[in-house]
Each structure stands twice: as C-alpha cells, then as structure tokens.
C-alpha cells in the first residue's frame, strides 16, 4: 500500500478494506459490516490477526478483552486486523519504531 504513512487511520482502514460501513435503509438500521479494499492486504491482514489473538502482548489482551465482553471472535479478529494496519501507518508516518 503506497498509501501507508501518508492517510489518515480512518482512510488507511477503509484501503484495506477493513473500515466498517453502515447497511441502513429508512427506518433499518442494520448491523455495521466491512467491504471493498484491497482483498490482498486484508488477507494478510487478517492471518497477521490470528497470530496476534494468541500472543500475550497487547492485541493478545485487546482480543480476549472483546471476546470476555461478549463480542463474536471474527469482530474481535477483525478489530485486531484494523489495530495492525493503524499502528503499521502510524509507524511508517512518523518513521519512529513501534514500542508495546
């Protein structure tokens, strides 16, 4: 993604495809769900995420922090997925190595 460092993290989520956007019509007001993007990169997003659900660290904890407060395990993989391609921009943006 050339775009990486450069965009803000809501338009950096929604490159990748991971950017939740509303399905409401009239008085329905359905549930939030992700599309378009860069089917590559939310893949690689997506398998980045389930290593990360299972380590100790921080998105380790911010995973089973959601799944404790009842959220299904794809949202919460899903949430992770965002966290890694918002922290990778913030990263290359201010060119300062990631620090837990």
Do not use: W
């Amino acid at each position: 993604m050339p775009e990486a460092g450069h965009r803000s993290p809501k338009t950096i989520a929604a490159l990748a495809g991971l950017a939740p956007f509303n399905n409401d019509s009239g008085l329905f007001r359905g549930k939030r769900s992700i599309r378009g993007g860069r089917p590559r990169v939310r893949v690689a997003l997506y398998m980045a995420a389930l290593t990360a659900c299972r380590s100790t660290g921080l998105l380790g904890q911010f995973f089973r922090t959601l799944t404790a407060a009842g959220k299904p395990k794809k949202l919460a993989l899903v949430a992770i997925a965002r966290k890694i391609i918002v922290i990778a921009n913030a990263v290359l943006r201010d060119q300062t190595p990631f620090k837990t």
